[in-house]
């Protein structure tokens, strides 16, 4: 399960999280030597829902509105593990109590008992600071390949 931070206006009109060039650079990092995680099946959302009107990062007020519906989706769904898109994401869901901050020298925070794991959002690797957009790229091919090492150890053991 994949976590974005917030809907845009054309993922909007597309009526899909991680349309456009974000989605199809997700699609290429899921198929990418290493990972290979594109014929697993997989459910992307957003923390929140719904577009904001200021075009920014969601707020507080907008994640606790969320977060039941969140929280029921990932009940529901039951993912082997979630992959929560930026650093923002992750900082929500363990302040919005949807997850449990890593303890014990963890790499992965937790929701009852799914490994939660943050890692940079394609769209960084887009549209991020100019200098700093190969390294971002370099983090998230990394990421994923950790993810999916993790993602395949567990399924296994389900």
Not at 47 to 52: H, T
Not at 76 to 91: E, F, M, R, S
Not at 108 to 134: M, Q, S
């Amino acid at each position: 399960m994949l976590i974005a931070d917030r809907v845009t206006g054309y993922e909007e009109w597309e009526e899909r999280v991680l349309a456009g060039e974000t989605g199809a650079l997700l699609d290429r990092i899921l198929s990418a030597p290493g990972v290979n995680l594109a014929a697993e099946p997989v459910c992307v959302t957003a923390l929140v829902a719904c577009r904001s009107r200021r075009g920014t990062l969601p707020g507080t007020t907008e994640i606790r509105a969320c977060g039941a519906r969140l929280q029921a989706l990932v009940t529901v769904i039951q993912p082997v593990i979630i992959v929560a898109l930026g650093l923002c994401t992750g900082k929500a869901l363990v302040r919005s109590g949807i997850a449990e901050p890593a303890i014990d020298g963890r790499d992965y925070d937790v929701f009852r008992g799914i490994p939660v794991r943050t890692t940079c959002h394609p769209a960084e690797a887009l549209w991020g600071v100019p200098k700093e957009v190969n390294r971002i790229k370099r983090i998230l091919y990394q990421d994923w390949k950790a993810i999916s090492a993790h993602y395949f150890a567990l399924k296994t053991t389900r």
